[in-house]
């Protein structure tokens, strides 16, 4: 089982090539800095998939995604989503994936699940970011913000997507490398936080 998952996240990670003047939605919530080791530090990159909280977060975003149906509505699971924006001199992408997307009638509700160490401090503010910029790209009014955790399991309703003014700052912030890390807690959690001179203590 362990030779299995390691493998299967190793080839999943390598499958993904990023395209030229192309942010993910989860690039726009995190330390710029990430894009650009993950080209330089490859070998750090792939070593990740490997890290237990972020395979247990896989699995549980597996298990919520076999549902067909949740109280009437239909449920997509990884739904992806692409949109462009303009900076002026050029044109770059903004593509991201639903984890679910709930659909009855004419309402749509973006899922987003995420699971935690522990229970202080939810939501998160950029997880709650990340639902707001998926609600912008997938033109949605509501979103849920679902928690797993040792503790308890909950829900956080979002109803302000980002504007469009707002995700071309991030964008923008991203291509200056600026704030570098967004968070400050982002550095204790950074694989490249061992080659990085912007390192938070």
């Known amino acids: 089982m362990v030779e299995f998952l390691a493998k299967k996240r190793v080839e999943d ?3 993904h090539q990023r395209e030229k003047d192309t942010f993910y939605v989860t690039d726009l919530v995190r330390c710029p800095l990430k894009l650009v080791y993950e080209e330089k530090f490859k070998e750090l990159a792939i070593a990740e998939v490997y890290n237990p909280s972020t395979l247990m977060g896989e699995l549980i975003h597996m298990g919520l995604e076999t549902f067909n149906e949740i ?8 739904v992806e989503g692409e949109k462009e924006v303009n900076l002026g001199e050029k044109v770059v992408k903004i593509k991201g994936r639903a ?3 709930l659909q009855k009638d004419e309402e749509k509700i973006i899922v987003e699940i995420k699971s935690a160490r522990g229970d202080k401090g939810l939501p ?3 997880h709650l970011m990340q639902l707001q910029a998926y609600l912008w790209l997938f033109g949605a009014k509501k979103g849920i913000l679902f928690y797993v955790t040792p503790e ?3 829900e956080f309703t979002v109803d302000k997507p980002l504007d469009e003014a707002t995700i071309i700052k991030l964008v923008q912030e991203n291509i200056s490398l600026s704030p570098s890390p967004r968070f400050a807690w982002e550095c204790e959690y950074c694989v490249f936080s061992i ?4 390192k938070k203590k």
């Open 99 to 101: 984890d679910i997307i």
């Open 71 to 78: 109280e009437g509505y239909k449920v997509t699971s990884e």
């Open 195 to 198: 080659v990085c001179p912007n």
């Open 124 to 126: 998160h503010r950029h």
């Open 13 to 15: 990670y390598l499958s």
């Open 152 to 154: 308890r399991f909950t």
